[in-house]
């Protein structure tokens, strides 16, 4: 019997554990590749990538249909660029997911 991935603590630690703030710089080999994906603030990155591990198409799909989940587009990686951004970043093989700091993280600064 398979783990449902709401369930799955140990890749749900794991995760977790892998996830980091990168420069968008380091970011951009992959972003080259086409293998880094965004995914909107009001997602939450840890599940995405279990979700995505899971190759969960329903939920995936949702996400990509509203517009929350997409691979980086050329203009998201200028913009990054250009403002030295960094990301949070977590590699669920063979894509990178990145996700912009939280906008209530970031006026806490």
Same mark, same amino acid.
């Given at each position: 019997? /398979?783990?449902?991935?709401?369930?799955?603590?140990?890749?749900?630690?794991?995760?977790?554990?892998?996830?980091?703030?990168?420069?968008?710089?380091?970011?951009?080999?992959? $972003? &080259?590749?086409?293998? #880094?994906?965004?995914? &909107?603030?009001?997602?939450?990155? %840890?599940?995405?990538? #279990?979700?995505?591990?899971?190759?969960?198409?329903?939920?995936?799909?949702?996400?990509?249909?509203?517009?929350?989940?997409?691979? %980086?587009?050329?203009?998201? &990686? /200028?913009?990054?660029?250009?403002?030295?951004?960094?990301?949070?970043?977590?590699? %669920?093989?063979? $894509?990178?997911?990145?996700?912009?700091?939280?906008? #209530?993280? &970031?006026?806490?600064?």
């Amino acid at each position: 019997m /398979q783990t449902k991935p709401e369930n799955d603590t140990d890749l749900r630690l794991k995760v977790n554990r892998e996830t980091a703030r990168l420069p968008w710089t380091e970011l951009l080999k992959h $972003f &080259a590749q086409g293998n #880094v994906v965004w995914l &909107a603030d009001s997602l939450d990155l %840890v599940d995405v990538a #279990v979700r995505i591990s899971h190759d969960d198409k329903a939920n995936i799909g949702k996400w990509m249909e509203a517009g929350l989940l997409a691979k %980086v587009s050329d203009e998201q &990686a /200028q913009r990054w660029l250009e403002s030295n951004a960094e990301l949070w970043a977590c590699v %669920v093989s063979p $894509f990178i997911l990145v996700q912009q700091q939280k906008a #209530v993280a &970031a006026s806490l600064h």
